[in-house]
């Protein structure tokens, strides 16, 4: 008997831009003769679903209508079923907005199962020992630690995904209009944006494109024969995660072809995008997200790992409807010169109106390499020279940079030295980029893999945020509260243009200017003290004598040579005579 028991999206808006709403019903013998409604509309287009389990409807829109509720009638020939369905009014959106996310943000990327818990919701999980497995962290244990976030200095949260998943991750997503039940609610969600906006904090969504959960209903009922990659192969084919095929002009058809179109695990069906249905579900998908919650952008997991033409278009649909939305792409090749292709070729074919960051991996390589303990000749002059090639980007503060993430070993586990983290985190905070910080680098969080997959970089933050004085306990929460809230004023770092000096004696030293205010950094990577000559900046440090060093705010004059200690850094405000 025919029989509606779901409807993607929920609901819809009255007021967007674009003017086609399609409909994907989940339910039972929806073999159709004829569908009906009152929505104000110019056509009904419908489309079965394999296993008449699935209805697609593609209704266009009159350009003119009010919010309500509206009736969607399904006719079966034998059997008539009406649904009520609401259009909300469109929110409120400043279109006079470049971006949403900018030089002047500081992200914060946690994981929501590993972060902290409010106890309501941690029933039947595993122990907190077993590293790829859900141990209780939910989004009302982040709301309680709002105030910790916003007194640290952080101005943008970036969560994994929080959607209905069979993965503590989040990245096996198996419904896209829910969130999971173990990290919470809707309603949880929404208080979070809500109560991170009051708190001065952005919110970042996690979101997948490329591939869905292997336990996603869509698995076992495909809305059309076409709506996965491989949908109709007798073997899985596997992505060869080989992703410079994209823009490598000598890469051979069937390496394209594999790199985009392969599952990219055997429990991750790639989704089609191409697919006009599966592109419409996930760009309205989208448009639900900003309108139900208000977040502030987007980070897109697995970027060129699906068609870029789609993705190009997708975002300028969503550039028209909410000019400036930041979208933070995952473009996971250590090249410089990689990274910076793919922002020159997005932003030909993006909007004006588009703001697309590119994730800096080569960055994270070249830093890492600095402090890998070895001797090696001109690893001093890595970071200088990983800017060398800022010439390649269209917009090179555009990217977003750090030292680790969820699929990253730790930094603390890489220098095991709490100087040579202060010393990165300076530079990561001064350079002309968005930097990224990794939940509980403040509290020296290690986990280099160990043989226990990724879920060893995933530490539970519960015990070190149920201290007190999270402050006073952790010498790098001090530092980084220190240096980000100090960054927040700082127009030099945020706006300024840089300048930079080959590498002499172990120091390396650069310059951030905004019209009148003026940062030095002197970072000294060896294991001794390194003499630096002030006479070799002269020409930056003309009409200087002396800097407030933003730690510890003594004044440090800027004479003829200046002592820095072995894997030490200054952050100085520079003072004129």
């Not at 429990?267 to 309205?284: A, G, S, W």
């Not at 930097?435 to 879920?455: N, R, S, V, W």
Request: glycine share 6%; charged share 25%; proline share 4%.
């Amino acid at each position: 008997m025919l029989h509606i028991n779901k409807v993607d999206p929920p609901y819809w808006f009255a007021g967007l831009e674009n003017k086609v709403l399609q409909l994907l019903l989940y339910g039972e013998d929806l073999k159709i003769i004829d569908v009906q409604t009152t929505i104000p509309h110019k056509s009904i287009i419908f489309k079965e679903g394999l296993g008449k389990k699935a209805l697609i409807l593609s209704i266009s829109l009159k350009d003119s209508f009010i919010a309500g509720t509206y009736d969607i009638t399904i006719d079966s020939g034998s059997h008539r079923v009406t649904i009520p369905y609401e259009l909300k009014n469109k929110r409120n959106w400043d279109k006079s907005r470049k971006a949403t996310i900018t030089n002047e943000d500081v992200v914060y990327m946690l994981m929501p199962d590993r972060f902290a818990k409010e106890e309501i919701y941690s029933q039947n999980l595993q122990p907190e020992n077993t590293p790829n497995k859900r141990h209780g962290g939910n989004i009302r244990g982040i709301i309680n630690n709002l105030p910790y976030l916003r007194n640290l200095g952080i101005t943008a949260l970036w969560l994994t995904p929080v959607f209905e998943n069979s993965e503590y991750h989040g990245y096996s997503i198996t419904d896209f209009y829910n969130i999971e039940p173990c990290l919470g609610t809707l309603e949880d969600y929404k208080a979070l944006v809500r109560l991170a906006h009051e708190s001065g904090i952005k919110m970042v969504m996690d979101v997948v494109f490329n591939h869905c959960s292997i336990e996603h209903p869509w698995v076992k009922n495909p809305p059309s024969n076409d709506w996965f990659n491989g949908q109709n192969e007798t073997t899985i084919r596997q992505t060869n995660y080989a992703v410079t095929t994209i823009f490598d002009p000598y890469a051979s058809q069937i390496d394209r072809e594999t790199t985009v179109k392969g599952w990219f695990t055997e429990k991750m069906p790639d989704l089609n995008i191409t697919n006009e249905f599966v592109f419409r579900y996930l760009t309205q998908m989208t448009i639900w997200w900003i309108e139900t919650t208000g977040i502030d952008a987007i980070r897109l997991d697995t970027y060129l790992y699906s068609d870029f033409d789609r993705l190009i278009e997708w975002q300028n649909i969503i550039s028209k409807e909410y000019p400036g939305f930041s979208v933070i792409a995952e473009t996971w090749v250590p090249e410089a010169a990689y990274t910076a292709k793919i922002q020159n070729e997005a932003y030909k074919k993006l909007c004006k109106n588009a703001s697309f960051i590119v994730m800096d991996f080569a960055f994270q390589k070249r830093v890492e390499a600095c402090y890998d303990g070895t001797n090696a000749y001109g690893k001093d002059a890595l970071v200088y020279n990983h800017f060398l090639y800022d010439y390649l980007y269209s917009e090179p503060e555009n990217t977003l940079v750090f030292l680790d993430n969820h699929d990253l070993p730790r930094w603390f586990s890489h220098v095991k030295s709490k100087s040579k983290l202060k010393q990165a985190l300076a530079v990561l905070l001064t350079v002309p980029r968005i930097p990224q910080i990794y939940y509980g680098t403040e509290f020296l969080f290690k986990g280099d893999g160990d043989g226990k997959g990724d879920g060893n970089y995933r530490m539970d933050a519960f015990d070190a945020l149920s201290v007190p004085d999270k402050f006073t306990a952790n010498e790098i929460a001090l530092f980084l509260r220190t240096v980000l809230n100090w960054r927040k004023t700082s127009q030099a770092i945020s706006r300024g243009s840089m300048k930079h000096f080959i590498p002499q004696n172990g120091a390396y030293v650069f310059f951030r200017t905004y019209k009148e205010e003026k940062v030095m950094v002197l970072v000294n990577n060896t294991s001794k003290v390194s003499i630096v000559d002030m006479s070799l900046y002269q020409e930056e440090l003309q009409g200087y004598k002396c800097g407030t060093d933003i730690i510890t705010k003594r004044e440090i004059s800027l004479g003829s040579l200046l002592s820095v200690q072995k894997n030490g850094v200054f952050i100085l405000e520079l003072n004129r005579n």
